[in-house]
């Protein structure tokens, strides 16, 4: 897996098990990663979003969720 790699806001909500609303509304508070603009773009990077989840957990992120593949 490549640190580089990038998750669109639907990637990042089914990562999280969130709504695409839910990750729009914690990413400005600072309640989790804020975003790259690409343009007119947002795109998380996976690793980033990865370690935050592992932070919030306290222990590592379940391995099926460490290899989530966007479809």
């Known amino acids: 897996m ?3 790699e990038f998750l669109t806001l639907n990637e990042v909500a089914d990562l999280l098990s969130l709504s695409t609303c839910t990750v729009r509304r914690l990413y400005p508070k600072g309640q989790m990663p804020k975003p790259l603009k690409i343009g007119r773009s ?3 990077r996976k690793q980033l979003i990865l ?3 592992e932070q919030q957990e ?3 992120i379940e391995e099926s969720r460490r290899n989530f593949q966007p479809i």
């Open 2 to 4: 490549s640190d580089r």
């Open 58 to 60: 306290g222990e590592p």
């Open 51 to 53: 370690d935050w989840c």
């Open 42 to 44: 947002l795109r998380w």
